[in-house]
């Protein structure tokens, strides 16, 4: 009998945190903010195509110096930008709804909140269906 772990439950456990751990920062950033609501998804958008350009910067050096590319040369750039494009646009949309009922502070705390819930559960999701996904 073997007392070795599967790196997949490791890696998957990895992943998830990751996630989770960029929902929290996100949500945060968005329920901390002073300002309008359209002043804030700017920002997170700024920030996570930064992100974006540093994960393709990293593929190429990687590519160059043969590293290999792993999941990070099967990125669907375009994707990922609609995918982060629609969590900010709800997360916008659900911020200016709620201030129809509550006060604009406690609209961007929920606003927040679930931006971080949708980004760590989300993300795995799309993290592993194109780590998965063989490509051609």
Known sequence: MSTERSPAPT???LVHAVFW?????FGWRWASESGPAWQHALQLLAIMLAAMSA?????????RHRRG????GRLPVRD??????????SALALDYLLQCWIPPQSAQIIA???????????GPAL??????SRAP
Do not use: N
């Open 11 to 13: 890696r998957r456990r």
């Open 21 to 25: 751990g960029a929902g929290l920062y």
């Open 55 to 63: 994960v393709q910067l990293v593929r190429r050096w990687r590519v």
């Open 69 to 72: 590319d792993g999941v990070l």
């Open 80 to 89: 990922l930008f609609l995918a982060k494009l629609l969590l900010i646009a």
């Open 112 to 122: 927040g909140a679930g931006l971080c819930v949708a980004f760590a559960t989300i």
């Open 127 to 132: 993290h592993r269906r194109h780590s998965d």
